[in-house]
């Protein structure tokens, strides 16, 4: 049973820098899909009918996105899982760990920019994890880059063979249709709507002399396709598996064109779940027992249901509203009376989910993101790796009848992963150190803490711009070197030195070799 309808699942995520237009594809993919009427309901842009919870309207107004949804549909009879990302380099922790729940990723280009900062760096993400990465082009009918062009900067950059699938007829900005490469004699032509409020129409025609009349890139888009042919830019299962290709997609998601074929795509291409490795590499069968990945904790998604839940990638089995689970960790058991699918901000009530499927468990207190749940089983998905925090502050409550709250607050944003939280005797509990990998996710904490804990908050940054792994030993040496203090991680315990600058770290490494002073794992996104 979970075999066969993790066959029909797809789960996967959209990856672009900011506005590029991964909101208005997600909604044109689901409304390709038929889940909602009106393009609009997904994500809440500004306008739109949106999310309401407070420290979503600060994501609103900086255009940013923290807030994971999971939307699930329906199209072709296949089950479609899509996971939103954040939108920004700061919550790179946070895009990671949404990166370990998929299957496959579509990354997103704006045709005038190409691959931009937050694209290559998210692609370095999904090449660390190996995932198959489809390609979409979009705004095409705007002024953009030549086709041919883009090809070979994602095969310069990124050191990946694209492979088109569509082709544009017509350069950006004069967009006349697409040619589908595995049915080349013909052309495939639009009718807009507006807006986008609807699936585009479509319709295939013959390419005859008439055709090429009418449309004026047409002769040379069959040019540019021979050439193709020529250079054998054709899609290939196993390289695109393996992520040494990926096949490119036209089109511009505001008018849905091109959306229905990448939607096809990732049903014929994307691959279904597999059996997943486990930290000590030994693959688990779909049709196991019950196990799931936590990868995303949020509190408070929803000013409604102020509580906290915990997104769970379902890897193996089949998971039942009701069952109780283990949470590995611990080895405490786990109920499941709340599990919800999440539909953008609203919420449905999941009696069943297979592997690919993700299942909102409420009352997540005791889960961290990296966590596994199981039926008793003792096996454990593959940590999440704590990046390298750059930016460091204390915060501290400048009312003390608040103090209660506010280290509630704390505690939630460490067990979330908003941020990193570091202590230390020296300091206290009442100012604690932040620790992040961007500034950005000071301001979600702050935000929180004054406005979900009423606690007033002052933040204070501190000169410190690097971290290194330490011990008991190297904590004793360092207490009386300059320019550098040692903390603990709540997390996971590890003391970190912290350094003011690579100049520092190389004096104190050239004195006092025999002090251990490990790199953390490197941000990769
Ligand atoms: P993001 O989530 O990646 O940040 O991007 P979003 O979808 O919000 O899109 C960013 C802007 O690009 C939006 O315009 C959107 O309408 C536009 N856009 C998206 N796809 C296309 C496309 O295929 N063609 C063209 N021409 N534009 C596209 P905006 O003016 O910032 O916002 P809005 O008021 O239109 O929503």
């Known amino acids: ?192 709507t507006a807006g986008g409020a609807t699936a585009a129409g479509e319709e295939r025609i013959p390419v005859t002399e008439s055709l090429k009349a009418e449309m004026s890139g047409l002769e040379h888009a069959l040019e540019e396709i021979d050439l193709l042919d020529h250079i054998g830019a054709d899609h290939d299962t196993e390289t695109f598996l393996a992520g040494a290709s990926t096949p490119v997609f036209f089109g511009a998601a505001v008018s849905n064109i091109g959306v229905r074929l990448l939607l096809d795509a990732v049903i014929d291409l994307a691959p279904a779940p597999t059996a997943r490795l486990t930290g000590d590499g030994e693959a688990v069968p779909l049709d196991a027992a019950f196990s799931g990945l936590v990868f995303k904790i949020q509190a408070n998604m929803d000013p409604a249901h102020r509580d906290r839940i915990a997104f769970v990638r379902v890897c193996s089995g089949v998971f039942e509203r009701g069952m109780m689970l283990t949470h590995v960790a611990t080895g405490r058991p786990f109920a499941t009376k709340y599990a919800h699918a999440m539909f953008g901000r609203e919420r449905t009530s999941v009696e069943r989910a297979y592997p690919g499927d993700i299942v909102g468990l409420v009352n997540a207190g005791a889960l961290h993101p990296g966590d596994t749940l199981t039926q008793g089983e003792s096996i454990q998905y593959p940590p999440m790796p704590i990046f390298a925090p750059e930016h460091f502050a204390t915060v501290r409550t400048t009312d003390p009848s608040r103090s209660k709250q506010f280290r509630r607050g704390v505690a939630q944003l460490e067990a979330e992963g908003v941020v990193q939280v570091l202590v230390s005797d020296r300091r206290g509990g009442q100012s604690p150190v932040l620790a992040a990998v961007g500034p950005m996710q000071f301001e979600v904490a702050l935000h929180r803490l004054q406005h979900e804990f009423s606690a007033p908050v002052v933040l204070e940054m501190l000169p410190y711009k690097l971290a290194r792994l330490t011990d008991d030993a190297g904590e004793q040496w360092l207490a009386q070197a300059r320019g550098v203090e040692v903390l603990t991680r709540v997390r996971d315990g590890e003391l970190l030195a912290l350094f003011t600058d690579d100049y520092r770290l190389g004096s104190i490494r050239r004195e006092a070799p025999e002090v251990k002073l490990e790199s953390l794992v490197a941000q990769v996104a």
């Open 1 to 192: 049973m979970a075999c066969r309808e993790a066959g029909r699942r797809r789960t996967f995520a959209v990856i672009s820098h900011p506005d590029a237009g991964k909101s208005t594809l997600t909604e044109a993919l689901a409304l390709h899909a038929r889940v909602i009427n009106e393009a609009g309901a997904v994500h809440g842009k500004a306008g739109r009918r949106g999310v309401t919870s407070d420290w979503m309207a600060m994501e609103r107004q900086r255009g940013i996105s923290v807030t994971s949804a999971a939307l699930q549909f329906e199209y072709r009879d296949v089950v479609l899982n899509l996971l939103d990302t954040p939108g920004h380099a700061d919550f790179s922790e946070d895009t990671y760990r949404v990166l370990s729940a998929v299957d496959c990723a579509i990354m997103l280009l704006d045709a005038a920019k190409g691959l931009e900062p937050q694209t290559l760096k998210l692609f370095d993400v999904c090449r660390h994890r190996g995932l198959p990465v489809i390609t979409f082009i979009n705004k095409w009918d705007r002024p953009g880059r030549e086709a041919l062009d883009l090809l070979d900067e994602i095969e310069q950059r990124l050191g990946i063979t694209p492979t088109p699938i569509t082709w544009p007829v017509g350069i950006a900005g004069h967009f006349e249709g697409l040619i589908d490469r595995r049915d080349e004699g013909s052309a495939i032509r639009f009718s807009r």
